[in-house]
């Protein structure tokens, strides 16, 4: 069974983004970019379905600048066996990537294709749900337990109020959330390894897809500020300020 | 043209989250109808048709939607979108399961979490973990929106008269099956939608040690939260989660003991009316958006905090 597993490039989840003065966006110049959190679990699960032998073939897809061949090659350490780069210097949104990886899913014929359930730069949560309904493929999202079976898949979901276990048909698309796994450090060895792997490059025009952005981003600006408070000595002056103060409780 | 609003409801009644919902659809403009979609749903179709300022209530109700399959719930939504100039949901687990689904299959780009209705087009979202705020234009025929319930007001859920129009869905997609569900059972008011919340950090060290803000939620009838970080850690189940890969929440009261303040926390709690902090390093950034903190060990300064409650 092949696994495709999509990888994207963001901002570190330990930088302070800041917003750029012309409210244009946010400084992305000189900031450490990282693979997508949720994306590292999702090639984590991957892996591991390989060593418990249900996979046999893992490609990671990532799509965006040139840049992101460093995000594909973090895959590859991670114990990808190939990988394909969509490069494009052009905004995508989840839509454009959810048409392009259907292209690539329809090339490389995969049974499964596993992808972070949200990137933490524009917080979308869509590409997967998008791709499973562009294949006509069944979705299985926020997942925190799968099983691969020959035909279909057994997957826990995190949903509002506890968990819910669905049975999808394969092929299927599946994110990740948080509790599927912990992701393993990439080691030394791992990344010269990675080096040697088969990285392909496409263009969205040659998988003819309109990439162009449907929503126009007008301004990107600074949530209000929240003023710090006091610090109060004891709960007794808590406790006072909450019922005469603030009138909270 | 309408707005329609895919309720978020238990089969009996209609969740807080779809008042919200309702509110963000009157801002775009137009007749707004509420879809409820389920099995045995009629309860819930009753309840929405009274939900002030609502046209309609479409209602669904059919074995394949009984639990919210997103293959099946997106086709139904696909169906019914021709007449619609907006399709709005609560960007609850169902809402962000299920609403990306149908915005594909009409070709469009689904806006999410909208706190903020500019212009009928024009909406304003948080990006970066709420670190930034883009407002964004839509070129798209229908607009898919989630809405993030926090940023809006809920509409009062009786006054409405609106008729209830019983409609016939598409057949199942045979892709999905339901197994199960484990839902926690809890007395507590609903983590989302509670007046107050407590929520516990790494600094709680163990599962166990989350005990110490029972009496603490039971005195302010609060709900309880969690970081990320006590969940990562094993302490508390998932669905407590706050932050911006868990529940976005904006009590009147938000109670943070022994959490530190990371950006993906504050994410899911800044807009709380009043924020209290509780942790031993004087330092952590939970005190830069607290209005009142305490610096100190919350083993000793919760249960002393409870007996100053009742007094």
Known sequence: MKVLVSVKRVIDFNVKVRVKADGSGVETANVKMSMNPFDEIAMEEAVRLKEAGAVTEIVAVS???????????????????RAILVETNEELQPLAVAKLLKKISEKENPQLV????????????????MLAALLGWSQATFASKLLVDKEKATVTREVDGGLETLSIKLPAVVTTDLRLNEPRYVTLPNIMKAKKKSLETLKPDALGVDVAPRLQTLKVTEPPKRKAGVKVPDPKALVDKLRNEAKVI | MAVLVLADHDGKSIRKATLNTVAAAQKIGGDVHILVAGNGCGDAAKAAASVAGVAKVLHADAAQLADELAENVAALLVALAKGYSHILAPATSSGKNVLPRAAALLDCQQISEIISVEAPDTFVRPIYAGNALATVKSKDPIQVITVRTTGFDAVASTGGTASVEVIQPPGDSGLSAFVGREVQKSERPELTSARVVVSGGRGMGSGDNFKILEPLADKLNAAMGASRAAVDAGFV?????????????????????????AIQHLAGMKDSRVIVAINKDEEAPIFQVADYGIVGDLFKLVPELVEELKK
């Open chain 1, 63 to 81: 799509c965006g600048p040139q840049a992101c061949q460093e995000t594909l090659r973090t895959a590859l350490a991670i114990g990808a066996d």
């Open chain 1, 114 to 129: 596993i992808l972070g359930k949200q990137a933490i730069d524009d917080d979308s949560n869509q590409t997967g749900q």
């Open chain 2, 237 to 261: 189940p998932n669905d407590w989660q706050v932050g911006q890969t868990g529940k976005i929440v904006a009590p009147e009261l938000y109670v943070a003991v022994g959490i530190s303040g």
